[in-house]
């Protein structure tokens, strides 16, 4: 697969983006899951933890990226890999689930205790891994409306990035009140929110998986092109779909009269799927009756 099929590949042109906050991120969470477990807070602790979520996911989003783009020497992957690139979202929702589970499932394990919390690392840290997730935003940003998987890098990183200011709020809390019990709050609430954005990012990749029109597509408008292409009399067996991001892919059948030649139609057609919608990838049947396999196809 040639740089043609990279530059097509929203995931693709965006690689490098993963490629730094991936670093970024694994060097950080470290750092935050060592003085987690110095200090003893859990505020600190779910936000490693979701950070190690950060570390999976990205991970695997660089890994499906790869994927996408390797040319399939198989035979048999006609569409090539770029399936991986949904599949890592998939992961990444899952790991964003468990994540949000594990902290709620700690922070009730410590009702009722009483818990020692040396605020002042935690103050520290919380805001460099502030600093360290707005960076990371900024470089993902663009990439994350073209890319599934860039996006769900993305929501990631948001997330954690509200953790980071939990622990902060976390660690203030604690240190002028001296309730520790403010550290679990934070927790719980930074849980909650990763749960929310692993539901919203989770709908989506069924959506590309059960092969939904595209959310942004009006099907009716597509429909209404297409009929009005010169010679076609009819439109049925109007499918699209997205195969990955920024990859939208459609196939219809043209029943034509007896004006343009079907070359002169299917060449319009492809262009107006192309200039109107977007759609670059489609296969178009022409036919001058409506075919009778049409009519025994049962879906």
């Keep these: ?17 993963l490629v730094v906050t991936f670093g970024m991120v694994a060097t950080f969470f470290v750092v935050e899951l060592v003085v987690g477990l110095l200090t003893g807070s859990l505020a600190l602790l779910s936000d490693a ?30 569409y090539g ?4 690139e949904i599949l890592a979202s998939g992961f990444t929702v899952l790991v964003m689930l468990g994540v949000a589970t594990y902290i709620l499932m700690e922070a009730w394990s410590r009702r009722g205790e009483s818990v020692s919390i040396e605020t002042g690392p935690i103050l520290v840290v919380g805001g460099l891994g502030l600093l360290v997730n707005i960076i990371s ?6 990439g994350a409306s073209e890319s599934l998987n860039v996006k769900g890098a993305y929501l ?4 954690d990035a509200l953790g980071s200011v939990g622990v902060l709020v976390s660690g203030i809390l604690v240190m002028t009140t001296g309730n ?3 550290d679990a709050i934070l927790a ?15 709908r989506e990749v069924l959506t590309v998986l059960s092969q939904h029109a595209p959310a942004a597509l009006d099907i009716d408008a597509v429909a209404r092109n297409l009929e009005s292409v010169p010679g076609v009399r009819e439109l049925h067996d ?8 920024g990859m939208d892919v459609a196939t219809a059948h043209l029943v034509v009269d007896g004006g343009p030649t079907a070359a002169d139609v299917l060449a319009t057609a492809q262009q107006v799927l192309q200039d109107e919608h977007g759609i670059s990838h489609a296969t178009l049947q022409v036919e001058v009756d409506p075919s009778t396999e049409c009519h025994r196809a049962t879906w």
Excluded: K, N
Excluded at 49 to 60: C, E, N, S, T
Excluded at 188 to 202: D, K, P, W
């Design 180 to 182: 520790t019990g403010w």
């Design 156 to 159: 990631e990183v948001m997330a």
């Design 238 to 245: 109007l499918h699209v779909w997205t195969l990955t991001s």
């Design 49 to 78: 933890g979701h950070m190690a979520a950060d570390v999976v996911a990205l991970g695997a989003a660089l890994t499906a990226t790869s994927l996408a783009l390797r040319p399939d020497r198989s035979g048999r992957r006609t």
């Design 188 to 202: 719980v609430t930074i849980a909650v929110f990763v749960a929310i954005r692993a539901v919203v990012l989770g």
């Design 137 to 142: 935003l900024v470089l993902l940003r663009p």
């Design 1 to 17: 697969m040639g740089a043609g099929h990279a530059h097509g590949h929203a995931g693709g042109r965006h690689r490098w983006r």
């Design 81 to 84: 890999s770029y399936r991986a």
